[in-house]
């Protein structure tokens, strides 16, 4: 295997550095329990391959960070993941900054892609007939709607891909009978003051503080309705 690289045992910065220069990451295990590795891997923003045996395949989301994949597929597995830039990219992304599903248990499991979604249509089902409500009420009121998920793909930023729809969704459209003054969005660390078919929509976001990392410019207080 003249292009193979065994690199022995690495620790620290050399293990880093080892996770950021792969592409992907094939853990053929059928025995960890576990798998500390391949969250070492998807935290350095790598997608992973591992098989449907083991606690691995509970890490990985199929088709969002990585595969899951039997003995005699990883082979194509890989060659997908290689053959296409834009699918690589979109894990990389997701393997790197949606640890969600990893880390949040609601006590009942991992808090999954699908969990987020049956919330997500419940809140927006909320979120109709509440504003109908209010509008039966006072048919004039200046209402404002603020939500962390973004109404739109308009305001994504940098957050584009197939990774975009864990960022935003086109809601606007769907409140055109009854649309609020503004809308208030956070999630995708994008900073932007925009208008659509009457709806003031507004994110100022901060950034990552705790890593002393600011989506600039942040402007403290602002608020314009």
């Known amino acids: 295997m003249p292009l193979a690289d ?5 620790r620290g910065d050399a293990l880093a550095a080892a996770y950021a220069r792969m592409d992907v990451f094939v853990f053929p295990s ?45 082979t194509a597995a890989i060659a997908s993941l290689m053959a296409n830039p834009g699918k690589l990219a ?65 305001f994504l930023g940098d957050r584009v891909g197939e990774i975009a729809p864990a960022y935003a969704s086109e809601l606007l459209q769907g409140f055109a009978e009854y649309p609020p003054a503004a809308w208030i969005h956070g999630h995708t660390h994008y900073r932007h003051e925009s208008e659509v078919n009457g709806i003031k929509v507004v994110s100022a976001p901060r950034g990552y503080a705790s890593l002393d990392r600011k989506a600039a410019p942040f402007r403290p207080g602002f608020l314009v309705l």
């Open 30 to 74: 059928h025995t960890d329990t576990f798998g500390n590795v391949v969250l070492e891997a998807l935290a350095s923003g790598v997608p992973a391959i591992v098989t449907p045996d083991g606690g691995p395949r509970y890490i990985v989301r199929e088709g969002e960070t990585g595969y899951v994949s039997p003995d005699e597929g990883f």
């Open 90 to 154: 979109a894990m990389r992304i997701a393997a790197r900054t949606m640890n969600d599903h990893v880390h949040i248990d609601d006590g009942a499991g991992l808090f999954m892609p699908q969990n987020a979604l049956a919330i997500h249509k419940k809140s927006i089902s909320w979120l109709h007939e509440t504003i109908r409500n209010l509008r039966r009420e006072n048919a004039g009121a200046r209402l404002l709607v603020v939500t962390h998920h973004a109404p739109g793909a308009a």
């Open 6 to 10: 065994f690199a022995g045992v690495l």
